[in-house]
């Protein structure tokens, strides 16, 4: 409506106030789901899904193209992975690799948390760990298995080196930087509690920081995991009991196809047992439990 | 009203205190020479406008900050750190620690400090929690909480450790006006019911009429003393009255002049 002066102005409406408002109104209110919609619902379901999906799609195209050698479909894979599991030697080898994967991680996780610790304690931390990752986190560990190598000789202990040079800078740069933003408000409050030194860091820097924390570790193990394989591959030869890595190499050598991919199997799911089971399990109990991350 | 120059002497004394804030390339000075002295059972109120250094001052309390010139004393202790004889209620939501539940919130401190320990710190927790009016909430973690229950929480935190003086920075400033009415009798009647000192910072005059019993008037930036007035005759129940009104308008004018000042100062630059 435009008013003499050019302004518009709303109109004016009756008043009214509603004094029953029954409840068939609503329409439906509530409602039991379908145990179809129940069990789709399950984020776990619809992810089996598309890994049976995919495994079938593998199936087919293997059959089709009929050439072992290069692409063996599902069912040789599945059956080279459970021979090997059961009488080969695929057991023993992910056994030795997860074996020097947490000797190797858990050194990683300690080293940092000195680090982060001398970080967020003194300036002169602060300033060393900050150029610290700024120089090695851009450096691919693998490209220190060569100096490993000279170092420390063929064998566990130049691979728990590179292992650890991956794992240290993530975990330390994530640590820190979640130290780093922890609220004022939190910091006074855990001061006003009369917390100070470790005892603060433990009950209020580590739980507030921990979306950040887990980030670390979740990046730090994704980088060690890969390292250790590539490092595997390439050195495998001569250790006496190699990891899956050098049994992936070891069966390209002899043209075992559908064992090469068994082996790239069993990397592919102990990664996603660690993820979505271990990983999964903590978030679920810690930071989604506390409303700190979604 | 028991005469002040007889009673018992006062429980925080705060004598011509400065606060400096130094940045890279400031020097601000928040509060200039104030002083003020808070008794038990005081509902002492800091009240100023934006930005007068009243948060400042009750960080200088809390122990966070050391004043440049002055002093401060808590029963005779000069304050040189943060502790949990002075309880602090932020104004900031997320003063909760999220990864404790609301019982396990309110019983932190006193396992902190030593002060309670275990059945006797979670009865206390239970006994607060009541008091504020969320006994429902006991096992709920903070984030499922809104905003006013979160503030309520940490009120109870705060005066589970029955410190020697509660401090209280804004804690209804960011809350609707229903609940703020609400918050502002509750903590009445607990302060009925428990007799706590507090020391309470708003820059709602109002406020500060019908929750203090003596109000310290703040001076624009930086914060010096400007009048200490009483009000322990107000409750919400004298909101509409004469002398309410006249003492709401005589602090309006108060602070209201100084800004009129200030303004024209500003015009003059
Ligand atoms: N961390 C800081 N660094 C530098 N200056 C600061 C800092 N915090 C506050 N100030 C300055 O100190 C002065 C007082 O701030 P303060 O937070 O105490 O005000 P306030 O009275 O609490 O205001 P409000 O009612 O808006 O909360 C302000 O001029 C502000 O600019
Ligand atoms: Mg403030």
């Known amino acids: ?294 | 009203m028991p005469d002040a120059s007889r009673s018992a002497p006062p429980i925080l004394k705060v004598d011509g205190v400065t606060l400096q804030y130094k940045t890279t390339e400031h020097l601000v000075t928040a509060t200039y020479r104030v002083s003020f002295e808070v008794h038990r059972g005081d509902r002492f109120v800091l009240l100023g406008p934006s930005g007068c250094g009243k948060s400042t001052l009750l960080k200088g309390v809390g122990g966070f900050m050391t004043p440049v010139e002055g002093t401060m004393s808590l029963n005779g202790r000069i304050i040189d750190r943060p502790g949990p004889d002075r309880m602090m209620v932020f104004q900031e939501f997320d003063q909760l620690l999220p990864w404790k539940t609301v019982l396990q919130n309110v019983m932190f401190p006193m396992e902190c400090a030593g002060k309670w320990r275990g059945a006797e710190a979670a009865e206390r927790a239970r006994h607060f929690i009541e008091k504020v009016n969320l006994t429902k909430f006991a096992e709920v973690y903070p984030h499922m909480l809104s905003g006013g229950m979160k503030q309520r929480v940490a009120i109870a935190r705060a005066m589970a450790m029955e410190p020697d003086i509660l401090l209280m920075d804004e804690p209804y400033a960011a809350l609707d006006a229903l609940t703020r009415r609400k918050m502002q009798e509750e903590l009445l009647e607990l302060w009925d019911d428990v007799r706590f000192t507090v020391l309470f910072v708003t820059h709602s005059i109002e406020e500060a009429i019908v929750v203090g019993s003596r109000i310290l008037v703040l001076s624009p930036h930086p914060g010096r003393v400007k009048a200490e007035l009483n009000c322990h005759q107000f409750g919400h129940t004298a909101q509409g009255g004469v002398e309410f009104q006249t003492l709401q308008r005589r602090i309006h004018d108060m602070l209201f002049a100084e800004r009129i000042e200030a303004e024209a100062a500003d015009a003059h630059d």
């Open chain 1, 1 to 294: 409506m435009i008013d003499t002066a050019g302004k518009i102005e709303p109109p004016v409406r009756a008043e009214f106030e509603l004094r029953d408002v029954a409840a068939a109104q609503f329409g439906e209110v509530e409602r039991p789901l379908s145990a179809f919609e129940r069990v789709w619902n399950q984020a776990w379901v619809r992810r089996a899904a598309i890994v049976a999906f995919l495994a079938l799609a593998w199936e087919i195209y293997g059959r089709t193209l009929d050439n072992p050698l290069m692409f063996p479909p599902f069912w040789d894979v599945a059956q080279a992975l459970w021979h090997d599991f059961v009488k080969g030697p695929l057991l023993s080898r992910m056994t030795t690799t997860l074996q020097v994967l947490i000797l190797g991680y858990s050194a990683g996780l300690a080293i940092a948390a000195v680090f982060t610790t001398l970080a967020v304690s003194t300036r002169f931390g602060n300033d060393l760990l900050s150029t610290l990752t700024a120089m090695f986190n851009p450096l691919p560990a693998i490209a220190l298995l060569p100096l490993a190598l000279l170092w420390f000789g063929l064998g566990i202990p130049s691979l728990v080196f590179v292992i650890i040079h991956s794992v240290l800078w993530a975990v330390a740069l994530n640590t820190h930087t979640g130290f780093k933003s922890v609220s004022e408000t939190l910091r006074m409050a855990g001061q006003n509690f009369g917390l100070r030194g470790v005892a603060y860091v433990r009950k209020i820097l580590i739980p507030a920081a921990f979306p950040s924390i887990l980030a670390g570790l979740k990046i730090g193990w994704a980088f060690a995991w890969r390292t250790l394989i590539a490092a595997e591959l390439v050195f495998g030869v001569s250790s006496r009991s190699g990891g899956l890595g050098w049994y992936i190499f070891e069966n390209r050598n002899l043209l075992e196809t559908a064992n090469v991919f068994a082996g790239l199997l069993t990397v592919i799911v102990i990664g996603l047992f660690v993820e979505g089971v271990i990983f999964r399990a903590i978030e679920a109990r810690t930071v989604r439990r506390w409303g700190m991350q979604r």
